[in-house]
């Protein structure tokens, strides 16, 4: 099952009583592997829960095994590897392998089971209001990915309409 970074965004995190305490705000993705390293949440974004500790892990809701498990990002190595090096993938300019320019990325989709990343969708635009020209390329399409700047393979035709991901 997939699900879209815009969907998880403002999904509250309840704990083992069932009381909600915080909201996801964006998760942090390992360049290298595609792997999520931490869920970040609060508002001040230097606040993460581990997916270890994630109980249920919906667009509805996450469901952590105790409030304790938040922590600081400079607390988890890998975390703080990622965000230290200013890897993150919305936003991030998107060029072919000859250079050409596709665009930014808008939005992109995890695996909630395996927690990796599946597709990002990428498009031109203007003070990302209006969109054009998306594409969408797949985990496997991404040849680099460096700080402010993902290099894909191969050119993904236009599409007209973003396709919805199955979400349970």
Excluded: H
Excluded at 105 to 132: C, P, Q, S
């Amino acid at each position: 099952m997939e699900v879209l970074l815009s969907k998880l965004v403002r999904t509250l995190v309840f704990d083992d009583e069932g009381r909600p305490f915080t909201s996801v705000v964006d998760l942090i993705v390992e360049p290298s592997g595609g792997k999520v390293v931490g869920i970040v949440v609060g508002g001040s974004r230097n606040l993460m829960i581990s997916p270890m500790d994630v109980e249920v892990f919906s667009t509805e809701k996450l469901v952590v095994i105790d409030r304790d498990v938040v922590a600081e990002i400079d607390d988890v190595v890998r975390a703080r590897e990622v965000v230290s090096k200013g890897f993150y993938f919305l936003n991030c300019e998107v060029y072919d392998k000859e250079g050409v320019y596709l665009g930014k990325v808008f939005d992109y989709a995890v695996d909630m089971n395996g927690l990796g990343l599946k597709y990002i969708w990428v498009a031109k635009g203007f003070w990302n209001l209006v969109r054009y020209d998306k594409r969408r390329f797949d985990w496997e399409d991404i040849f680099e990915v460096k700080p402010g700047k993902i290099v894909v393979e191969g050119i993904r035709k236009v599409l007209e309409k973003e396709p919805q991901p199955v979400v349970g």
